[in-house]
């Protein structure tokens, strides 16, 4: 089914036409897919059963497509209008990572924790799968805070010696009270003090683009605020299961966690 005629015409009367990311077909990556041309309405694309971020890249549309994880090296089917294309996903070797939690309750949570934590991943995912047909003129952010970025991504974690699920994220160091910016134009879609992700703010760019800020010190948004690019989110902390002060960065597209690398300016 086409998006509608009167969404593309907001695309273009806003002049949002950007070159798409570089594309980084492998886990944890974004496959950049041509869809059609311009003259045409916006078409739609889903994969996995989420719709998928469109976008004008010249005088064609381009799905941007977030690569889970989990995907294994080989074809990657998406669906244009119903119809199936085909993405071939390459291999990517991802480290380990091995941690120590002085807090044993965040390695092992008792009842208690695991129902607290079973109800904020409910807020978590929704925000995260959150779909906003809006116009996106590319995916480009600003750095939200300055300082020594960690190569995390991916990496299969142990804390305690214990495997957990791979890093989702990118860690970048900076002092405690550092104020995180808002890379990119937005609307804050949750915020709150969650059990291993601490004080958290998740913003929606649109069209399934979203991003994550947890460990924070001190929240500065509230929900459904409208943010524009660096304006102040919050500032770095050590809340929930950390080791240190630092900023956990995510970078989600069709709910899918992406390498922020992928997006960020080196």
Known sequence: MMRSTLFLLCLLAAAQVAAAPAHSPRPGGIAIVDVGPADQVAPAVTFNDKPVLVLLDGARWTAVVGVPLDTNPGPLSIQ???????????????AEQRLTV??????????????RIGRERKIIDAALNNFREVPVGGITLAAPVDGPRSSSFGLRRFFN???RSPHKGMDIAAPQGTPIKAPRDGVVTATGNFFFNGNTVIVDHGQGYVTMYCHLSEIAVENSQAVATGETLGTVGATGRVTGAHLHFGTYLNGT???PAIVLPE
């Open 102 to 115: 002085t807090n044993q309750s965040y390695v092992t949570p008792d009842q208690e924790q695991l129902d």
């Open 161 to 163: 010696e214990q495997p």
């Open 80 to 94: 244009l209008g119903g119809y199936p294309l085909t993405v071939s996903i390459g291999d990517h070797a991802y």
């Open 257 to 259: 966690a992406v390498d």
